[in-house]
Every structure is written in structure tokens, then in C-alpha cells.
């Protein structure tokens, strides 16, 4: 992935962990960032401590889980920037409680957030970078998304992440669009996700 001064980044789940140090990565290099994050607290203090970079920040409250308010999140990045270059579907969660005895709501939970998200920003970003003839897309998976050993729930969506991310890579290559695609599998990482549990 090429990273240039002035290109345009959007990061879900930017209030903290992973997303938060993506936003600083990018800055860093001169992007700038568009922060998205369910938690509006989280999300303001994160924005401020990115544009201490120097770089052009935009916060949009957004549950990744709402295919409008993905919609919504990449119209007013385009209304701001005029076009975005880099995407980052990095929101994740892990549920608690018993995925067999346990409420179904919790599936739905984790799913909505660690799956749909992905498949909505995908959706709501690729014709954006198609229009402008490039750009790339980083899904933010697991290791956990290549073998299971955490719970049914969260192996199961990280899975289909990859597998997702993986389908997505071959059709830009096919479509030569240019277009570029990742999937980042990390391990343990010091972030909020079990804090953040429901």
C-alpha cells in the first residue's frame, strides 16, 4: 500500500486500539484522517490527539452496524475531501455470555459490528475509490480469522472477514481497477475490545 502526504484515510473504530493507531500512522505521514467510532467520547479525544499532527481531521459518530450511517459516514467524507483513498473496516468487538445457552442477541451483536461492518464499508467506499481510479481497502481481520480458539462467536465473523477480504482482493485484480486490498490479521494487541464487551 502507497501512502502519500495529502491522500485521505478512513478508519472505523478509530477511538482507540488498533483504529487509533492507524489514525496516528497515517497522520503521521501527512494524510488526512476521517475518524469514525460509535463512542463519541472516545471519538472526540481521539480526533483531537490526531490533529495535533497537523493534519485535517474529520469525527463522524458511526455504528458500523447501520448500513445508512456507513452511507452516511462516506458521504460526508467525500463532501469534505471530495474523495477518499484509503479505507480501513477496522471496528471489531467480542461478545460475552454462552454462544450455545446464551442469548442469540449476542451473535447478532458481534456479527453486525465485526462482519456487516465490513461488508457495509466496503459497499459504501468502493464506488468512491472506483470513480477516482484507485486506491485501498484494509480490512482489519485476526489471527483468530485463520484458526479458531477464542469463542464460536468472534472466530466466526474474523473468518468470514478474511474470506470476504480475500474474494474482494481477486475481483479488483480481475476488474483491474486498481485498486488495492489487505487484510490485517493481528495478534493479541493491549486494546479495549474485552473492556467493550457486552
Known sequence: M??????VAVVTGAGSGIGLALCHAFAAEGCSIVLADVQQDALERAAAAVAAHGVATLAVPTDVSDAAQVAALATATIERFGGVD???????????????????ESWEWVFGVNLWGVVHGVRAFLPHLAQRGGGH???????LGLY????????????????LTES??????QAGLGIGVSCLCPGWVKTGIIESDR
Open 86 to 104: 484509503i479505507v480501513c473496516n477496522n471496528a471489531g468487538v467480542s461478545g460475552a455470555g454462552d454462544p450455545w445457552f446464551g442469548p442469540i
Open 148 to 163: 479458531a480458539g477464542m469463542s464460536p462467536v468472534y472466530d466466526a465473523t474474523k473468518h468470514g472477514v478474511v474470506a
Open 168 to 173: 474482494l482482493y481477486h475481483t479488483m485484480q
Open 2 to 7: 502507497q501512502i502519500e502526504s495529502g491522500q
Open 137 to 143: 481497502i484494509v480490512n482489519t481481520a485476526s489471527m
